[in-house]
């Protein structure tokens, strides 16, 4: 049998470039983490694989502070963590209160309208928290309203909502609260229980620094009897929960073949799980809140300014606006180019206005805030704008010099 | 701020096992493509990112054998390929024909199911391939069928099907025709232009040797055609194909921001692609025949009885019946603890009843042909069936021996 087209000409392996990753994700992984990910594959159905995917049953527990049996990876990226919500908790005809404040809100909507729901929008400005007042009317305005959905930390933004207020808000009346915790888990507190939540989506390569490609989901006892009492089958088979849950099922129990699952990310994630727990959560807010302020004692000596208010402000994600008269694209490119440093350009309204700097996970170290202040400020100085390196090394080092607290 | 919840006690990092992976996938990846894919993560923005997948379009054409524009990797597993094919081109009410003859063919019935579709059942035996006469008969009898499926290479069998002839008898009558290549793509000719395939998807982890997690796709001109003149939305935000297209897009286009590509897997993913590429598409699957027919001599010493007659037997997957009075399970394990080699089960009516041996990509080779054949002759003999494992090797090696063709 012949293969009658030619191979492609000119195509060998690719040099992949080493970055520091400081964009809105993915984040920098650890070199554990990269190892586990770089062990030959094992099969999904290895017994040494199944206790595995126990282990990181009860990590992703701790994680996102719950004790929801129903607590996996979806094996997919975070949009497919938002959608195995939707898909399995919206049914045609359902009222659906969706918060919007950035680009995950929009996604929603989407999310919503293509499984046959009624989307009621609730709007806030980019780079706002969503605003529980405008939730609190919705809610009264729409009694009928089977969930509320918002997003915890919009990574396009840098912007965080009040999860535990909007939450409550939600079960006061009924309804079931959708979060996406996309950028927040592991960076700042994420407490699914002690929030009420109900359907809590992440992605494994922003504060977890982990691979791309994983979405940590957990879902409460509520949420697992709404998906069962649907009247008609969930319009997925992949994403439907329950033929999930015979997958990640209770240890002992008979695991049900559904799909390969990606060992190699799953080893990673197992990984970075385990460093998550040995560093402790507390810990892991701690340090991304401790090097934020660095960076941004650094910016302000530098003149940028912030897009979100000071107290609604992720430490992990740090828009600021670019100055008038510089060329945005330019910076990043020279940042990337002379100092293999990746940052993140502007989403929708905030394109070309803004930059996005990443302190998740392995990413948010002090040599990481060193080198983005150096590079920044030199990249800047090159352009005309004069910037002085040293104040902004200097306002960083005063607060890596403070008393820890 | 405090997390009430204490982390799980007992839980280190996991030592990961070496396997050798003779099932029906994962198979072993060769070093080259583990060295790539524990690459540290760039971003999936970066010029360097781009110019890679620019590639992987280009080698998935020539692993397809297709000039379709519309070719790229679903960052999902093969399930989430499969459900791209379905939810963009079934509509609901529209009638399907899908052929049954194994996991993967039910599968596709619950996708056109869940899709609002009729799927009309086209059944035969497991472990048979598909019959083109039933084909024949059911577009006769529907002739407002829109589409074919079926699966080329049936994993839960080993079963392969006259892809050329069914797709022909779709496209005689103007249905498209959805082809299941999972386990067929680089172990046997899939040839998609010449086949006149309209959407066909495969996994990263069969024949191509790659890490779980991605499922290669290719969509004809006239399946483009069906999804543009969608009367509504594709009922999924990730799958659109809409969407997918302006994020794969073509060279010098704006690639609009999707969702956060799986990186890593997808530098594993070039890597393999580069391999299949220099090693040529009828050297790999002359490859795979060998192998195949060295362990078919072998089995054949050992008194081992085919699932598949011989004109429709893949040789990547050989499904064969496990001797009578012989513990099915025993032997897996036996093979797993003992020889560290993983082979497959039976699924479905053919579970407890058949073993399934991989030989796909990587694992395609004359050492672990042996190391099967020892191992297994050492296991059955030590349950009281004595076997000859020197004959068993000798019947291998003369395969190895005969001059190349």
């Avoid at 992605?203 to 009897?225: D, H, I, M, N």
């Avoid at 009492?229 to 329950?242: C, E, H, I, Q, Y």
């Avoid at 992990?316 to 440093?341: M, Y």
């Avoid at 998740?360 to 805030?369: F, K, P, T």
Wanted: proline residues 7%; aromatic residues 6%.
């Amino acid at each position: 049998m012949n293969a009658p087209l030619v191979p492609p000409p000119g195509i060998a392996s690719c040099p992949v470039p080493r970055r520091i990753l400081m964009g809105p994700g993915p984040s920098d992984m650890p070199p554990r983490v990269v190892a586990a990910l770089g062990h030959p594959a094992i099969g999904h159905l290895d017994p040494d694989f199944v206790r595995m995917m126990e282990e990181i049953k009860l990590l992703l527990r701790y994680a996102f502070q719950t004790n929801n049996a129903l607590t996996f990876a979806v094996s997919g990226p975070g949009s497919v963590g938002m959608e195995t919500c939707f898909v399995n908790l919206v049914e045609p005809g359902d009222k659906v209160i969706v918060c919007r404040n950035g680009v995950f809100g929009g996604r929603m909507i989407e999310n919503v309208q293509r499984f046959g729901g009624t989307a009621v929008i609730v709007e806030d400005a980019w780079g706002e928290p969503v605003d529980p007042q405008k939730v609190a009317e919705a809610l009264a305005a729409h009694p009928d309203a089977r969930a509320v959905a918002f997003v915890h930390a919009e990574t396009s933004t840098g912007a965080q909502s009040d999860a535990a207020t909007l939450i409550g808000l939600a079960r006061a009346k009924g309804a079931l609260a959708i979060v996406d915790t996309v950028t927040s888990l592991g960076g700042t507190p994420v407490l699914a229980d002690a929030w009420g939540a109900d359907a809590i989506y992440s992605g494994s390569q922003k504060c977890l620094s982990c691979v791309p490609g994983l979405a940590p989901v957990t879902f409460s006892a509520r949420a697992v009897e709404r998906v069962k009492a649907r009247k008609g089958k969930v319009p997925s088979w992949f994403m439907d929960l329950g033929l999930v849950l015979e997958y990640w099922s209770a240890p002992g129990g008979k695991r049900t073949y559904h799909h390969t699952a990606p060992v190699n990310s799953l080893f990673a994630l197992h990984e970075s799980l385990v460093m998550l727990k040995d560093e402790g959560l507390e810990n892991a807010w701690a340090r991304h809140r401790l090097h934020h302020e660095a960076l941004k004692a650094g910016f302000e000596t530098l003149g940028l300014q912030f897009v979100v208010r000071e107290d609604a402000r992720l430490p992990q994600l740090n828009a600021v606006h670019v100055p008038a008269g510089i060329d945005e694209a330019g910076v990043r490119k020279q940042l990337l180019e002379k100092f293999n440093l990746e940052i993140g350009a502007g989403l929708g309204p905030l394109a070309g206005k803004v930059w996005r700097f990443g302190l998740m996970g392995y990413s948010a170290r002090r040599e990481n805030v060193e080198l983005c202040l150096r590079a920044l400020a030199d990249v800047l100085s090159g352009m005309g704008q004069a910037k002085d390196q040293r104040a902004a090394l200097a306002a960083a080092e005063s607060v890596y010099a403070r008393p820890v607290r």
